[in-house]
């Protein structure tokens, strides 16, 4: 059964679109859905008009693509330019121009939520409107730019500041939950809670990247040995940096860091992104066959975005993959795009992997992967990732509500 879509009442949504006839057809799909006062404009230049003279800014822009004058790319640009706007794309052309528009927007830092092909199907919009619903978390706080000196992170290392947060993976049948992603975050005394894409690079520069694994993961680890406490048993997720694992002792300080915290190796699955892997890293494959030894699992992360060769990852004694969220995005958009997901999905099963599908965002994304034959999924429509002490209180509820509609899961 499909879980109902929350409704979107309260909802602000500007349209952008030239076609007077697909404009008012979508208002009236909108107040149909629940959105009270649907903001529209007949072109780029109105459109642009309306978010700078809205008091409040729109949840969701959508914009239509092909429009005379200022076409939907050079409008997303410069309205992301004036503020930070979620966007939906829409457009008659074929799909796998929606999914390379999009990729492109995405490319260019801006938050596009998804495409929406025309004619416009109600239940496609429903879902993009319960995505929109849905709180999400305030952006991460960290001014544009900005880079931190080395003195600063090694002070905030030392102080404690960074912290792992945990995204649950879950079963897309049934919904349980067994293992959840540690992704870290630097809690700012001044800023707030700043995101990894602000620190982590930064800190492998400046040597700097071991410490912050070490520190995420030792805390990450007390929160396991907690929830074992409480009855509840998961796996963690650490993602690892390939330069990390080339250290000849990268193994061995993992597995005392699990064993001071009584957790058995085999619980931990380390993550490697496919673009990071190097063509000869002897150091970094002995690390990889003695972590396996100890029952280390190994993912590959984002697959599918970077060019190594098929043998190069064969040639690891890799347990998962994790399919970027682009694929999942964009088997949604086009054929072509299903089609690919499709053989990446069949591939993994034949390879006997587990596979995760990164990025479910709506409930059609889940249900499309799932038809695809994907058990796991991760994305904002299963949940967020969230700090240590809310992780109980989810799971429980999550326990508690699992087979009741709502959840984003069959
Ligand atoms: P990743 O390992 O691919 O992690 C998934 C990222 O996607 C996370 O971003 C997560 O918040 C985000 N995400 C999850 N679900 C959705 C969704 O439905 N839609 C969208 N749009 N995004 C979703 P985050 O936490 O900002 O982390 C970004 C990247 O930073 C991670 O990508 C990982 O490569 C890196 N990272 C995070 N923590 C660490 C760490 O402790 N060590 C290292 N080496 N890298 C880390
Ligand atoms: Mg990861
Ligand atoms: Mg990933």
Not at 271 to 295: F, I, K, N, Q, W
């Amino acid at each position: 059964m499909s879980a109902p879509a929350p409704s979107p009442t309260g909802l602000r949504v500007l349209v952008v679109d030239d076609d007077a006839l697909h404009r008012a057809l979508m208002l009236a799909l909108l107040r149909q859905l629940g959105v009270a006062r649907p903001l529209a404009a007949g072109d780029g230049a109105a459109g642009l008009a309306v978010l700078a003279d809205s008091p409040e800014a729109p949840d969701l822009v959508i914009v239509d693509l092909k429009m005379p004058d200022m076409d939907g790319m050079a409008f997303l640009r410069r309205a992301g330019a004036q503020g930070a706007y979620r966007f939906v794309l829409s457009s008659a052309f074929d799909g796998g121009v929606l999914a390379c528009a999009m990729q492109g927007a995405r490319a260019h830092g801006l938050d596009v939520a998804g495409v929406l092909p025309k004619p416009v199907e109600p239940a496609r919009l429903a879902s993009l409107l319960a995505a929109a619903t849905r709180a999400t978390p305030p952006p991460a706080a960290a001014p544009a730019g900005a880079r931190w000196s080395r003195a600063t992170l090694a002070r905030a290392l030392g102080a404690g500041q960074f912290e792992p947060y945990f995204q649950p993976q879950c079963a897309l049948s049934g919904g349980a939950c067994r293992q959840v992603e540690i992704l870290a975050r630097w809690r700012h005394p001044r800023l707030g809670v700043i995101g990894p894409e602000h620190f982590i690079d930064l800190m492998e520069e400046e040597g700097l990247l071991d410490g912050l694994t070490e520190h995420v993961l030792g805390k990450a680890l007390a929160w396991c040995a907690r929830w074992d406490g409480a009855g509840i048993a998961l796996r963690l997720s650490l993602n690892v940096s390939p330069r990390s694992m080339q250290r000849h002792d990268f193994a061995d300080r993992l597995l005392a860091l699990a064993r001071t915290y009584g957790i058995a190796a085999q619980r931990i699955t380390l993550e490697l992104t496919e673009t990071a892997l190097p063509e000869h890293a002897a150091d970094l494959l002995d690390s990889v066959v003695r972590l396996r030894m100890h029952g280390v699992e190994l993912a590959i992360d984002d697959f599918g975005i970077g060019y190594s060769s098929l043998q190069r990852i064969a040639a690891l004694p890799v347990t998962e993959i994790k399919i970027d969220r682009s694929f999942v995005s964009a088997a949604g958009a086009s054929d072509k795009g299903l089609l690919i997901l499709c053989s990446i999905t069949e591939l993994a099963s034949s390879l006997g992997l587990r596979v995760v599908a990164e990025g479910i965002e709506t409930e059609a994304d889940a249900d499309l992967v799932r038809a695809l034959g994907c058990t796991i999924g991760q994305g904002y429509h299963l949940a967020h990732p969230m700090a240590g002490p809310a992780l109980a209180p989810w799971y429980r509820q999550r326990a508690g509500l699992r087979g009741a509609p709502g959840l984003g899961v069959k």
